[in-house]
């Protein structure tokens, strides 16, 4: 059965701390990981990966892939109250291509 | 634009009663996606269309039902509902699907079902 495991599930933070989500994953056929964040509505699309090593890079966030330790963090770097929200690790394996498999996510507070 | 939209945003209904939430794309995406999301819990996926054929479905009970009358538009359709089918559901589209290629999945805003 596949597998995305995220950690830790929540975190509270100070604004301007630097904070690293975690996911691991353990799945048949990978084909790509994705980082959605999730604040009260949809989850809103940040990162995939597909390739080991390559950072993705977005204003404060970036991301990674080891596929060799199957596993992805996301930094974020100078938090801001606005990155509070909930952070989705979600896996695309399988020959179908189509079925998202989602860690439980991490939910991250960060303070004034 | 990556915008998927969603209707209706709230919606409350009884065990007996029929209903349908819609969603909308204009992105060209060939592939759409329902989800359902219950509180404090990742998304699970329920339906996937690709080029508006029903491609999977994730042994979903009879009571909801799927429709995709075209390429932009997909339908979930509601009967019978139990109160624990209350959820957010989601509605999501990529470019495509399949073993053609891997495209990031876009969420609308979600329907905030409740049965009662």
């Known amino acids: 059965e596949d597998k995305v495991v995220q950690s830790p599930l929540s975190l509270v933070v100070h604004e301007g701390d630097t904070v690293t989500l975690n996911c691991s994953y353990e799945?048949?056929?990978?084909?790509?990981l994705l980082w959605y964040k999730q604040e009260k509505k949809a989850p809103t699309f940040l990162f995939m990966l597909t390739s080991s090593g390559i950072e993705k890079k977005s204003g404060r966030l970036s991301s990674i892939l080891d596929k060799k330790e199957l596993f992805s963090i996301l930094n974020i770097t100078a938090t801001q109250t606005g990155d509070s929200a909930i952070y989705l690790c979600a896996v695309e394996a399988g020959n179908s291509g189509y079925a998202l498999n989602f860690g439980k996510g991490t939910s991250l507070l960060v303070t004034p | 634009d990556t915008e998927v939209t969603q209707t209706p945003k709230h919606l409350v209904m009884g065990m007996t009663n029929k209903k349908s939430l819609k969603c909308e794309q204009h992105m060209g995406h060939r592939a759409m996606y329902w989800y359902k999301q219950k509180a404090k819990k990742p998304p699970e996926l329920m339906f996937v269309y690709s080029y508006e054929k029903l491609s999977i479905n994730e042994s979903v009970p009879s009571r909801f039902s799927p429709e995709c009358p075209n390429s932009s538009l997909l339908n979930l359709h509601l009967h019978a509902l139990q109160p624990e089918d209350s959820a957010l559901y989601l509605c999501?589209?990529?470019?495509?699907?399949?073993?053609?290629?891997?495209?990031?999945?876009?969420f609308g805003p979600g329907t905030r079902l409740t049965v009662t």
């Open positions: 799945v048949t056929n990978f084909r790509s």
């Open positions: 999501a589209s990529s470019q495509e699907g399949g073993t053609g290629g891997t495209y990031e999945q876009y």
